[in-house]
């Protein structure tokens, strides 16, 4: 029987655990169940399809984001590849055409040597043994028939938290008389479309959102949102300021036309290479679709604003990380089946692409007979890893990458200037690609 590594779900995780097992020459069966079976999320047929938001975070190595998308391109990363063919304006962060990102990825790895893909709904964990292993990568959206399934395997049910995507709004029906385009700090080209809001319309603004009608959530369900992820109607609930201070806030955003900077601003944020459609920044929303037109064109640019999609809320399914996986995204009890993507217990798409090249290395490492070699808690990778196999599973959530991860700095000559922010990134992040460097040279002997 042939060496051969399973890979269940072709999101963002999945494709990446198939390239890498596959580089390091595994053979790959990859299983989708899209189009056949869609989810309640997903609006094209396609592999690799992003679903919240077209944007991976900024690209600066002294952000979190930034940070881990350098140790991805130090180790090869087939999706962040094809996301910087994709990418759109938006200043210093990494947004991308989704349609034709995953378009392009779909027909890409059907097209690599060792990868088989298959259309299929997987309903049951396959056997997995010393010439097989599988890597469930079936990301928060994962169907009804294999979450029971899994949950065999878990021997607990599958925690889960309630997400929510952004409108997408017609370039055409924005009113570009009543807006100004430029990116926070000047950082861009002019990048994002922004609304600017006056105070009495900031307060009009969050009335509506607080009162206005939202898609109810089943009895038997917990009303639980994941903390970087709230509707915009529940950050709005927490106090007249909390949108101000948060996806509205109007800080690096001067208006030209007045020469001040409003009290708040919406931003668009171009969601396609033809720049026919623009997402709103940070308005994940759970409001009822007629309820979310009345209230979104109460903002200045989108009083006749046209929505190619509006926000939808759905629900994210992962395990309970620390119970069920170690440091190298491995079943602690069936050490022939590895997890990868949002369903692993990491946060965001980054972070679901990282955990996607690290199970498909280890997975194919396994296979070769050759030792995992684990990546260094120094690094965004390992310490992500690290946190999210041995947090406390009383109170587990899924886990973003944040510096805070990283181990403290040593003490030493230049120790003052560690209470300084920027200068303590900038030393973490410099540890972090030298580790990852060292860690590279010795999985290559």
């Not at 304006?89 to 947004?95: D, V």
């Not at 946060?347 to 990546?375: D, T």
Request: charged letters at 25%; proline letters at 4%; aromatic letters at 10%.
């Amino acid at each position: 029987m042939s060496r051969k590594v399973i890979v269940i779900g072709a999101g963002l995780a999945g494709i990446e655990a198939a390239y890498q097992a596959a580089k390091l020459g595994i053979d790959v069966d990859l299983y989708e169940m899209r189009p056949k079976k869609q989810t309640e999320a997903h609006t094209t047929p396609y592999a690799g399809e992003l679903v919240c938001s077209n944007s991976l975070g900024s690209i600066e190595e002294t952000s979190a984001s930034g940070l881990l998308k350098k140790e991805l391109e130090m180790l090869d990363s087939y999706f962040l590849k094809f996301a910087y063919k994709h990418r759109v304006p938006a200043g210093s962060s990494l947004s991308v055409d989704r349609v034709t990102l995953a378009q392009d990825i779909s027909n890409d790895i059907q097209s690599i040597k060792g990868v088989n893909f298959i259309n299929e709904e997987v309903t049951e964990i396959p056997a997995a043994d010393d010439d097989q292993i599988v890597i469930i990568a079936t990301g928060p959206l994962t169907s009804g028939d294999f979450a029971q399934a899994l949950t065999k395997v878990t021997m607990r049910k599958n925690l889960f938290f309630f997400d929510a995507t952004s409108p997408i709004i017609h370039a055409d029906s924005i009113d570009m008389s009543k807006v100004f385009k430029a990116s926070r700090y000047d950082k861009g080209e002019a990048d994002f479309i922004n609304l600017p809001l006056d105070e009495a319309l900031y307060q009009e603004f969050v009335k509506a959102l607080i009162e206005a009608e939202t898609v109810e959530v089943k009895d038997f369900e917990q009303n639980l949102f994941f903390e970087s992820c709230l509707p915009i109607e529940e950050i709005a609930r927490r106090g007249e300021k909390s949108l101000a201070f948060g996806p509205l806030k109007p800080v690096g955003l001067e208006n030209p036309s007045t020469g001040v900077i409003p009290h708040a601003v919406v931003q668009l944020r171009q969601d396609d290479l033809q720049n026919h459609f623009y997402q709103m920044v940070g308005f994940q929303t759970r409001l009822k679709w007629g309820e979310q037109k009345r209230i979104f064109q109460m903002l200045p640019g989108l009083e006749h604003a046209e929505f190619e999609r509006f926000g939808r809320m759905h629900r994210n399914s992962y395990i309970n990380a620390p119970l069920i996986i170690n440091k190298f995204y491995q079943s602690k009890i069936r050490d022939n089946l590895f997890f990868a993507g949002q369903i692993s217990g990491v946060e965001g798409y980054v972070e679901s692409i990282a955990s996607g090249l690290s199970a498909g290395i280890y997975a194919a490492r396994k296979l070769l007979g050759l030792p995992l070699c684990n990546f260094p808690n120094e690094t965004a990778i390992g310490s992500l890893v690290n946190y999210i196999s041995q947090a406390d599973w009383k109170d587990f959530r899924p886990t973003k990458f944040t510096f805070g991860l990283l181990p403290e700095l040593p003490k030493g000559d230049h120790y003052r200037h560690f209470r300084k922010k920027k200068f303590k990134k900038e030393m973490k992040a410099k540890i972090a690609l030298e580790a990852l460097d060292k860690w590279l040279k010795k999985a290559a002997t």
